[in-house]
């Protein structure tokens, strides 16, 4: 499935006070897509906690960044309550942008 997955990662700064702080200094949403569809297959986030990284993984899998990154960005914003909230948004928005270049390379 390799060959039709590609692997993209959005970075953004962690808020001062978080867990995660001490051991990161920004926060990385990374995610395996299928190229045919955008489909997220998988998702993985540098939360401090398996708990919130397995959350997140939950929210993103299964959503299409070819219809955009509305429907992503409303599930963090109304089911993720914590400090990381915006480093969740912007990580999300650097990755989809990486996905958007990636893809207009792909469509030339």
């Known amino acids: 499935m ?3 997955t590609l692997f993209i990662a959005g970075h953004a700064r ?3 006070g978080m867990a ?3 051991v ?4 990385t949403i990374t995610v395996e897509v299928d190229m045919k569809y955008g489909v997220i297959l998988d998702a993985s986030c540098t939360l401090a906690t398996e708990h919130g990284r397995s959350f997140v993984r939950n929210l993103l899998r299964g959503n299409s960044l070819c219809d955009g990154l509305d429907t992503p960005l409303q599930l963090i914003q109304a089911h993720y ?3 990381a909230t ?3 948004v912007a990580a999300l928005k650097d990755l989809y ?3 958007e270049q990636t893809a207009e390379y792909s469509k030339a």
């Open 86 to 88: 915006n480093a969740l």
């Open 24 to 27: 990161f200094d920004s926060l």
């Open 14 to 16: 962690l808020p001062q």
């Open 81 to 83: 309550r914590g400090k």
């Open 97 to 99: 942008n990486q996905f």
């Open 2 to 4: 390799l060959n039709n």
């Open 20 to 22: 995660a702080k001490s």
